[in-house]
């Protein structure tokens, strides 16, 4: 469909921005952190020790989702349900250095690719491994040579990536005593060792340029000027910024960990580099401002699990913490700003997740899913605009041997497989403190028949009866 091209015109003139680029095609960023938990922005929780202010900005000028899950508790299945549409339990991603993104499935790069759109993946990848010849990261290597898939393969023009984590600051670098958690910044660098992962461009090649100081900012300094360039060439883009940040090991620099310094080590340094990311969205959004591109541009942040058992982070009021499919290892910070398209200062309850991204895109661009295998998102193009409207399909999570099912404003949980199940009405108890299924028996009966038929959805898809 063609977007209101006046609107936007007249909305840049007002803020004495110039419109640039294809102005009939919305470019998207989709913002992504690694373990940020729903409590750790201060726009959603203002206890909160960590600042945030440009992603408070963000969430002021856009739409805050207060509904907004992970399509899993953690970080690889989460990732691509964000590229595929998909529940990861359909094609083989079920948990964190499992599987890898296969070639039958039809990512969001290779659809807006057939649209004219360049698109960029920079940051986390841990879809696959990177290389087949030295060892890397968690499986990459000789030994990880059947989970080789790279960006390029899915869709991909240019790429910055690492198979899996890093540390937050000097990535490639850590004390010889370095502990799993988190250290302060190395000062003397001749003491410190590989930490045994590597930085790949997009032709397959390790990066040894600009590898030190912020993690986030050196992911940023990849993706701006691939921004830079698809504006120049007038081209419509799409933009993966993954950030590893706070995933552990978390480290800050000196600036970042300065107003934190009465916390404890693990604790300083998860807050500074949740600062030091949150200085990146605030680049990456002014330069959207520069460049004369933000009217024009679909920008989405979000997390993609809950925050690590142990860390430093807020789950806020919700209960589990990342691996768990109660509220707080899937309920995340979900925010999406696209100015003279969605109002500022607007919120939403809608039930969101990360696969609703594939589908949302398609449907601003008036086309069609070219296939018939089942979808588990849904187009939210309605709610950014403002509409009431009512999700169309529940969502279903699977991990390890939990199953949940959200319904509206009812939640099926089962942490033994399906052998027994507990409900909860997330609007009046958001925090899972009373178990309904004994005094709602119909309902319990009729969300545990809805889940266990997606569950045996999910499994013809895992067989490969879809492609």
Same mark, same amino acid.
């Given at each position: 469909?063609?977007?209101?091209?006046?609107?936007t015109v007249?909305?840049?003139t007002?803020?004495?921005?110039?419109?640039?680029?294809?102005?009939?095609?919305?470019n998207?960023?989709?913002v992504?952190?690694?373990?940020l938990?729903?409590?750790?922005?201060?726009?959603?929780?203002?206890n909160?020790?960590? *600042?945030?202010?440009?992603i408070d900005v963000m /969430?002021?000028?856009?739409?805050?989702?207060n509904r907004?899950? /992970?399509a899993?508790p953690?970080?690889?299945p989460t990732?691509?349900?964000?590229?595929?549409g998909?529940?990861p339990?359909r094609f083989?991603v079920?948990?964190?250095n499992?599987?890898h993104m296969?070639?039958?499935e039809i990512?969001l790069?290779?659809l807006?690719?057939k649209?004219?759109?360049t698109?960029? &993946?920079?940051g986390?990848w841990?879809?696959?491994?990177l290389?087949t010849t030295v060892?890397?990261?968690n499986?990459?290597?000789?030994?990880?040579?059947k &989970?080789?898939?790279?960006?390029?393969e899915?869709?991909?023009?240019d790429?910055?990536?690492?198979?899996s984590?890093?540390?937050t600051?000097?990535p490639?670098?850590k004390?010889?005593d370095?502990g *799993?958690?988190a250290?302060?910044?190395?000062?003397?660098? +001749?003491?410190?060792?590989?930490?045994?992962?590597?930085?790949w461009?997009?032709a397959?090649k %390790?990066?040894t340029? #600009?590898l030190?100081?912020?993690d986030s900012?050196l992911i940023?300094?990849?993706?701006?000027?691939f921004?830079?360039?698809?504006?120049?060439?007038?081209?419509p883009?799409f933009a993966?910024?993954?950030f590893?940040?706070?995933?552990?090991?978390v480290?800050?620099?000196?600036?970042h960990?300065a107003?934190?310094?009465e916390?404890?080590v693990?604790?300083? #340094?998860y807050?500074g580099?949740?600062t030091?990311?949150d200085e990146?969205?605030?680049? @990456?959004?002014?330069r959207?401002?520069t460049l004369g591109?933000?009217?024009?541009?679909?920008?989405?942040?979000c997390?993609? #699990?809950?925050p690590a058992?142990?860390a430093?982070?807020?789950?806020?009021?919700f209960?589990?913490?990342?691996?768990? @499919?109660?509220?707080?290892?899937?309920?995340?910070?979900g925010?999406?700003e696209?100015?003279?398209?969605?109002a %500022?200062? +607007?919120?939403?309850?809608?039930?969101?997740?990360?696969s609703?991204? @594939?589908?949302?895109?398609?449907?601003l661009?008036?086309?069609?899913?070219p296939?018939? *295998?089942?979808l588990?998102?849904v187009?939210?193009?309605d709610?950014?605009r403002g509409k009431?409207?009512?999700?169309s399909?529940?969502?279903g999570?699977?991990?390890?041997?939990?199953?949940?099912?959200? +319904?509206g %404003?009812?939640?099926?949980?089962?942490?033994?497989s399906g052998?027994?199940?507990?409900?909860y009405? @997330?609007?009046?108890?958001?925090?899972?403190?009373?178990d309904l299924a004994a005094t709602?028996?119909?309902?319990?009966?009729?969300l545990?028949?809805?889940?266990v038929?997606w569950?045996a959805?999910?499994?013809?898809?895992?067989?490969?009866?879809?492609y």
């Amino acid at each position: 469909m063609k977007l209101p091209i006046l609107l936007t015109v007249v909305v840049l003139t007002c803020l004495n921005v110039c419109p640039a680029g294809d102005q009939s095609k919305p470019n998207v960023i989709l913002v992504m952190c690694d373990d940020l938990g729903y409590g750790d922005p201060q726009c959603f929780n203002a206890n909160s020790p960590i *600042r945030t202010p440009n992603i408070d900005v963000m /969430a002021a000028a856009g739409m805050k989702f207060n509904r907004f899950y /992970a399509a899993a508790p953690v970080c690889s299945p989460t990732r691509g349900s964000c590229l595929t549409g998909r529940h990861p339990y359909r094609f083989g991603v079920f948990s964190a250095n499992t599987g890898h993104m296969k070639k039958q499935e039809i990512t969001l790069p290779e659809l807006l690719k057939k649209e004219g759109y360049t698109s960029g &993946h920079f940051g986390k990848w841990h879809l696959g491994t990177l290389t087949t010849t030295v060892n890397d990261a968690n499986r990459g290597g000789p030994h990880g040579k059947k &989970h080789y898939s790279i960006p390029s393969e899915h869709g991909y023009d240019d790429s910055f990536v690492t198979e899996s984590k890093v540390p937050t600051f000097d990535p490639m670098i850590k004390p010889k005593d370095a502990g *799993r958690n988190a250290w302060d910044a190395i000062v003397d660098k +001749s003491k410190a060792v590989s930490y045994g992962t590597h930085y790949w461009n997009h032709a397959g090649k %390790a990066v040894t340029k #600009n590898l030190e100081g912020d993690d986030s900012r050196l992911i940023m300094d990849r993706a701006v000027p691939f921004i830079e360039s698809s504006v120049a060439k007038k081209q419509p883009f799409f933009a993966a910024i993954w950030f590893h940040a706070p995933h552990l090991p978390v480290v800050a620099g000196k600036r970042h960990v300065a107003p934190y310094k009465e916390y404890s080590v693990y604790e300083r #340094n998860y807050y500074g580099c949740v600062t030091a990311l949150d200085e990146q969205v605030g680049r @990456l959004r002014d330069r959207l401002r520069t460049l004369g591109v933000s009217g024009n541009t679909l920008l989405c942040f979000c997390s993609d #699990n809950g925050p690590a058992g142990k860390a430093p982070g807020s789950a806020a009021e919700f209960r589990g913490r990342k691996r768990s @499919l109660y509220e707080g290892g899937v309920r995340v910070p979900g925010i999406m700003e696209w100015p003279g398209t969605i109002a %500022a200062g +607007s919120s939403t309850d809608f039930p969101a997740v990360t696969s609703d991204y @594939l589908p949302t895109v398609l449907d601003l661009l008036g086309i069609s899913y070219p296939d018939d *295998r089942p979808l588990d998102g849904v187009s939210l193009a309605d709610v950014m605009r403002g509409k009431k409207s009512r999700r169309s399909q529940s969502i279903g999570f699977q991990s390890e041997n939990q199953v949940a099912w959200h +319904s509206g %404003a009812h939640k099926l949980y089962s942490g033994d497989s399906g052998k027994t199940w507990e409900l909860y009405d @997330l609007v009046a108890d958001p925090g899972e403190s009373e178990d309904l299924a004994a005094t709602h028996p119909g309902l319990t009966a009729q969300l545990r028949s809805e889940a266990v038929a997606w569950q045996a959805s999910c499994k013809r898809s895992d067989d490969e009866a879809d492609y």
